[in-house]
Nanobody, 123 residues
Framework: VQLQASGGGLVQAGGSLRLSCAASGRTFRRYRMGWFRQAPGKERDVVAAISWSGGSRYYADSVKGRFTISRDNAKNTVSLQMNSLKPEDTAVYYC?????????????????WGQGTLVTVSS
């Protein structure tokens, strides 16, 4: 599966952005999807993950209550709605896909990655 992330940009603190990830292929509904982010000089960390049906979702503590992950299997897309953004949310955001339903927080669990989209939150 090939992934294409979009929607990043510059936003003021307190603002919102919606990231989208478009996937190729007819087997999109098989995959658990995740969003990760990597700030300069830091490791790539999980932000959120969603099961193939959307019935199970995971959020990092730092984004709970502010970010929402969703997917549309008919359109082969997964989205990340980001509200109440903070300067510490500044990072390159990556979408990822896996058929491995073990630990959703480990980037090594994921087999396919998009190219990343930059989110910059100004104070």
């Amino acid at each position: 599966v090939q992934l294409q992330a979009s929607g990043g940009g510059l936003v003021q603190a307190g603002g919102s952005l919606r990231l989208s990830c478009a996937a190729s292929g007819r087997t999109f509904r098989r995959y658990r999807m995740g969003w990760f982010r990597q700030a300069p000089g830091k490791e790539r960390d999980v932000v959120a993950a969603i099961s193939w049906s959307g019935g199970s979702r995971y959020y990092a503590d730092s984004v709970k209550g502010r970010f929402t992950i969703s997917r549309d299997n008919a359109k082969n897309t997964v989205s990340l709605q980001m509200n109440s953004l903070k300067p510490e949310d500044t990072a390159v955001y990556y979408c990822a896909a896996t058929v491995d339903y073990s630990d959703p927080t480990r980037h090594s669990t994921y087999d396919y990655w998009g190219q990343g989209t930059l989110v910059t939150v100004s104070s």
